[in-house]
């Protein structure tokens, strides 16, 4: 079966970076994009970006512009969120999630295009930002 | 991007429906059918409900409906069990190409 399956918990501090995991498994890892998104403790969801892992093409929320990096090792089926500079208030659960992968093509040119849904999730990673 | 807005509670009692709604704009889900709906039971990761406004992925109860008017989609959840108690997020494509998620109801089932 699918399975998304997320690195452990961290503990960082101000300022340091933090790298998550989520290792795949049950389908073709190229034909879906991975999106990322984050829950602060008792809050909403918030999106932070998306990776097409067949050519690595990334798209991130403006929030986190600069801060955030997604990449993938297609050898391996894992995908990974990297956040820099970390606050008090990246402190969140860090949720990795599937979307279809789709092409619209035009006169022989093909653009890759995520579906708006995820499913499924993975487990989540808790990163706690402390000093 | 703006989160949308869904109500903060709801709450009905066993058997009852209950209808969540989600306010957006032009830009995120007046403009596009990509509205999706999350159940999240406590520690636990959210749950695909209702995809493309008004789809039910496979194997979720047809209790749970989706549909979408203007700026306002909804989720109604008929026949409400205790287990349906939860939070439950909206979300929707934006002119952004971004995704934007409502700010959570949570669902008190009596």
């Known amino acids: 079966q699918v399975q998304l399956v997320q690195s452990g918990a961290e503990v960082k501090k101000p300022g340091a970076s933090v790298k998550v995991s989520c290792k795949t498994s049950?389908?073709?890892?190229?034909?879906?994009?991975m999106h990322w998104v984050r829950q602060a403790p008792g809050q909403g969801l918030e999106w932070m970006g998306r990776?097409?892992?067949?050519?690595?093409?990334?798209d991130y929320a403006q929030t986190f512009q600069g801060r955030v990096t997604m990449t993938r090792d297609t050898s391996i089926s894992t995908a990974y969120m990297e956040l820099s500079r970390l606050r008090s208030d990246d402190t969140a659960v860090y949720y990795c999630?599937?979307?279809?992968?789709?092409?619209?093509?035009?006169?022989?040119?093909?653009?890759?295009?995520?579906?708006?849904?995820?499913?499924?999730w993975g487990q989540g990673t808790l990163v706690t930002v402390s000093s | 991007q703006s989160a949308l807005t869904q109500p903060a509670s709801v709450s009905g009692s066993p058997g009852q429906s209950i209808t969540i709604s989600c306010t957006g704009t032009?830009?995120?889900?007046?403009?596009?059918?990509?509205v999706s709906w999350y159940q999240q039971h406590p520690d636990k990761a959210p749950k695909l409900m209702i995809y493309d406004v008004s789809n039910r992925p496979s194997g979720v109860s047809n209790r749970f409906s989706g549909s979408k008017s203007g700026n306002t989609a909804s989720l109604t959840i008929s026949g409400l069990q205790a287990e349906d108690e939860a939070d439950y997020y909206c979300s929707s494509y934006t002119s952004s190409s971004t995704l934007v998620f409502g700010g959570g109801t949570k669902l008190t089932v009596l």
């Open positions: 049950g389908y073709s890892f190229i034909g879906y994009y």
């Open positions: 999630a599937r979307a279809l992968l789709w092409e619209q093509c035009s006169g022989g040119i093909c653009h890759p295009h995520s579906k708006n849904y995820f499913d499924p």
């Open positions: 032009s830009s995120d889900i007046g403009g596009y059918n990509y």
């Open positions: 990776i097409n892992p067949n050519s690595g093409g990334t």
